[in-house]
Every structure is written in C-alpha cells, then in structure tokens.
C-alpha cells in the first residue's frame, strides 16, 4: 500500500479504503447474526487462508465456469479500471470457454449503458449470461460505484441482464 492509503491494483484512481470499510460492517454484531458466523472476528486479509488457497490461485476455472453459463442465470461485472483482472483480460478468457453458446458469445455485439444521460458501462448478453462493464470503477466495483452497481443488480435479477430503456 502506498501512504496514501491507495493500491493501484485494485482500482488505479484515487484512494479509497475499502478494506477497513468492509471489515467494519463484517464486524458488526447484526451483521454476523444474518450470515450466522458467531463471534468470530472479520478480517479483510487472513494469512491462513491466503496459505490454503496458495496453490489454487492461478488454475484456471474456465471449465467450471462453463458449466454454470450452461445451467444457471449469471452475472459477470467488472469495473474499467480494474488493474488487478483487467477486462482485456476477462475478455480473452470469456473468448475460449468451452460453453455451448461459445460461438454467439464471441459474435454478441457489446451494447452502451447509460441512466440520466451519462455513460455507466456497456453490457452483453448470450442466453442466460450477462456481463457487464462499468465505468470508474476498479476491482471493488460495488464501492466505486454503489448505486450504478445495485441498479445493474436490480436488473440482473429482474430481466435477467442491463436494461438500457429502464
């Protein structure tokens, strides 16, 4: 982290400070009643386990993530800024997985969103899979964008993708 409370890596404009924003909700005493985790303490990076996970970090998951675009409803979002998983990089990744509408995804036109006449992202959709891109925002998109970011949820659970006319 630089002194400025900043990482680039997750989103490379001006400060922020998620983790200790997020840490603090986790801790609170309503919160850890609704997710039923008892009195244990959140912590936004745990050592223990980052070591479990070590050893997964860079296997791919493009086939499991196919099998959930053949039998479920998904959302993938991704903020343009993101400088830890590019969306150059989702893109290539998204371009060779081995899903059964592989061949109209990588046909699909990427469509402009915008609510009250600004530029919030752009979106796709094949099937039951929706991906959305929004702009300014990085790896945490729900905290660079928290309202844009609930509307796409909204939507998403609604009408299955972006609606650029709602």
Not at 19 to 29: G, H, R, S, T, V
Not at 44 to 72: G, H, M, P, Q, Y
Not at 92 to 107: D, F, I, K
């Amino acid at each position: 982290m630089q002194a400025t409370d900043h990482n680039p890596v997750y989103n490379h404009r001006g400060p922020k400070k998620f983790p200790e924003f997020i840490q603090n909700i986790m801790n609170l005493e309503k919160v850890k009643k609704i997710l039923h985790v008892g009195n244990g303490s959140f912590r936004f990076i745990s050592d223990n386990l980052t070591s479990k996970l070590r050893e997964d970090i860079l296997l791919s998951s493009k086939s499991k993530l196919a099998v959930l675009l053949d039998n479920n409803k998904v959302l993938l979002f991704e903020g343009d800024l993101d400088a830890r998983v590019p969306t150059v990089s989702v893109k290539g990744a998204l371009l060779t997985m081995p899903w059964s509408l592989q061949e109209a995804y990588n046909n699909s036109k990427r469509t402009s969103w915008c609510q009250e006449g600004e530029q919030t992202g752009y979106f796709s959709r094949t099937g039951n899979f929706c991906r959305v891109i929004l702009r300014n925002a990085g790896h945490h998109v729900p905290h660079d964008q928290p309202d844009i970011s609930l509307t796409m949820m909204e939507h998403f659970v609604h009408i299955g993708c972006i609606d650029s006319y709602i």
